[in-house]
């Protein structure tokens, strides 16, 4: 008889623990959870402990991936910031939106250019706040600010579906920091400074010959010529002259707030914003993208950082972001929200192998992976760090090797909302939910393609059946020195042009077995290579017919920087304001 009632009392409670196991996963599902998505600049995926770096500190993003599930084949969809943006934010390769260039200008170069993120896409912040969300922008935009006017915002943050921003409209550079040297457009500088300087000293020459005789020549020409100089210098010099004023600056939504900024208070400011967002939103829902500053060049970091990692400043500035993300997590946990919040961190792109100082090294470590920033088609441009945790829901310390992309938040969080995607557009991007929670054992995508700009560099194949990773590369750039991994010669690698080797047929790699790409198949050494060569370029034929054209966003002429669509928070050209204050106190 107490053996029978044992067995009862143990069903029974089994039974009670099955339910209210089921009933509240079931709960959390059925609710809206918060969002909250980290998004580093620039970042390399060997620069964090979870993937393998025992040498930089990030203790608060290894326990995102302790407590959560950390992806190994996280793509970005371009291997720089603008474009990587619009499709991060889009769930569509940046080519559709006509956010990939076709020209040398691959990223967005000034606050008063005309190009940015087209008003008719549509972000997933745009059906989270058709969904009841409050959704906020904290840091870095890159997506363009005004199209015709200094004010009509067409490209702003709040015209594409974000309540709130707080933040840098452009991106760090190294000549928002005084004494570093310039970072903008450098080569096309040092060409006008040398025009300016010939124009000048023909001037001169005029003059002198004119005054002694030498030469036969009316003063209204001199003038003539002086006055065209003159108009040719102030012409670029009061754009690339005054970089820090036009392109660093900070915003509160419409307004500028800081201009130019002040380095040494930006990191405070956006972690008081980012805890100020989630304390006012506390009984949700809502979205909070946390775009970090960090870890892009000048690498301007808190004195309470510097010096204390063991790889110089770029360390120091990756310890003070993984700080960042652990104060935002304590935010999180003091109002109760860490199991109702679905939290993710990755980086836009690898990181910037050429980014030096002297013998220092300013840019990330892209691991075992070939290439870094810049380059679309080597793995180290594009393989970015992927986590996510959300408690009770995902499971934890769960490790998935499935290709991914920066694409596929979109329609994840536009799921996790209760949205339905549009209908009237093609979008790239895959649900994660299934995959994340263990009940899809494969990625959704069978082919993911690489562009460099507008140019298809290459293309992976998921070989679902075999497991194999297929990548076929079109294009590679010319490493400068021959054999360096980068192009230190020239800052990035160019997409086009004599800085390329076209590859007919393609360089072959199985990422599956030689995730370095240290050594290309070829039809004596793979069996397979004509069938999969043909299977790709079929997939291409079949992405290509799927394309339709687009104004392009990034055009020499969006990019130039026009004086009447400059954000300024006085007259201008008198752009100058400081409207914070010392309010830095979290």
């Not at 170069?109 to 896409?121: D, V, Y």
């Not at 579906?161 to 920091?177: H, I, W």
């Not at 915003?251 to 990191?267: C, G, K, S, Y």
């Not at 072959?508 to 793979?526: G, I, Q, Y």
Request: glycine fraction near 10%; charge should be neutral.
């Amino acid at each position: 008889v107490i053996l029978l009632c044992f067995r009862r009392y143990l069903i029974t409670a089994l039974t009670s623990c099955l339910f209210w196991n089921t009933f509240g996963l079931s709960a959390a599902m059925d609710s809206k959870p918060n969002i909250l998505l980290f998004l580093a600049d620039d970042l390399g995926i060997g620069d964090i402990g979870c993937y393998g770096n025992n040498t930089i500190r990030t203790p608060n993003i290894d326990r995102l991936a302790k407590e959560g599930v950390r992806l190994t084949q996280h793509i970005a969809a371009a291997p720089l910031c603008t474009p990587s943006r619009a499709a991060f934010l889009t769930g569509r390769y940046p080519i559709r939106s006509g956010m990939a260039s076709s020209n040398r200008y691959r990223a967005l170069q000034w606050n008063a250019g005309s190009g940015g993120l087209p008003a008719n896409e549509t972000t997933f912040a745009r059906l989270l706040q058709q969904q009841g969300y409050t959704t906020g922008l904290i840091g870095k935009w890159h997506q363009g600010v005004n199209c015709e006017s200094f004010n009509d915002h067409c490209h702003h943050p709040l015209n594409h579906g974000f309540d709130y921003f707080y933040g840098m409209p452009f991106t760090l550079l190294n000549n928002c920091q005084e004494n570093k040297p310039p970072e903008l457009d450098v080569a096309l500088q040092a060409k006008l400074w040398v025009y300016s300087q010939i124009i000048t000293l023909a001037v001169l020459t005029l003059t002198a010959g004119k005054l002694t005789g030498l030469i036969s020549i009316r003063w209204k020409i001199i003038a003539c010529f002086t006055l065209v100089g003159g108009l040719f210098f102030i012409s670029w010099y009061s754009s690339y002259g005054f970089v820090q004023y036009w392109n660093c600056i900070l915003m509160r939504n419409h307004d500028v707030t800081e201009q130019p900024m002040r380095l040494e208070r930006t990191a405070s400011l956006m972690l008081k914003e980012a805890v100020s967002f989630i304390k006012r939103n506390r009984h949700g829902p809502f979205l909070l993208f946390v775009s970090f500053l960090h870890v892009h060049t000048p690498l301007f970091t808190t004195a309470k950082f510097l010096g204390k990692s063991r790889h110089g400043l770029y360390g120091d500035n990756v310890e003070e972001m993984d700080w960042m993300v652990g104060k935002i997590l304590d935010s999180l946990d003091k109002e109760g929200l860490k199991n109702h919040t679905f939290t993710y961190f990755a980086s836009d792109h690898g990181g910037h192998l050429e980014a030096q100082d002297g013998s220092a090294q300013l840019g990330g470590w892209n691991g075992i992976y070939k290439g870094g920033k810049g380059m679309a088609g080597w793995e180290g441009g594009i393989r970015v760090p992927g986590v996510f945790r959300w408690p009770g829901v995902l499971p934890s310390g769960t490790v998935i090797d499935e290709p991914t992309s920066l694409m596929d938040i979109y329609p994840t969080v536009v799921h996790l909302a209760g949205g339905i995607l549009p209908q009237d557009r093609v979008i790239d991007g895959r649900n994660l939910v299934p995959l994340l929670r263990g009940r899809a054992q494969k990625s959704e995508h069978e082919f993911l393609f690489h562009y460099c700009g507008s140019y298809l560099h290459a293309v992976r194949w998921y070989q679902k059946d075999s497991g194999a990773i297929w990548k076929a590369h079109y294009v590679t750039p010319i490493f400068h020195p021959p054999g360096a991994g980068a192009c230190y010669g020239k800052g990035i690698c160019p997409c086009f042009g004599e800085g390329v080797t076209h590859h007919d047929p393609p360089l072959l790699f199985d990422l599956s077995r030689d995730p370095s790409e240290a050594k290309p198949l070829s039809a004596d050494t793979e069996p397979l290579f004509d069938t999969v060569i043909r299977k790709i370029g079929r997939a291409v034929e079949e992405h290509r017919r799927t394309l339709t054209p687009v104004p392009e966003q990034l055009s020499l002429y969006n990019a130039v920087w026009k004086p009447w669509l400059q954000p300024c928070c006085g007259t201008f050209p008198f752009c100058w304001c400081d409207k914070e204050g010392d309010s830095t106190q979290v």
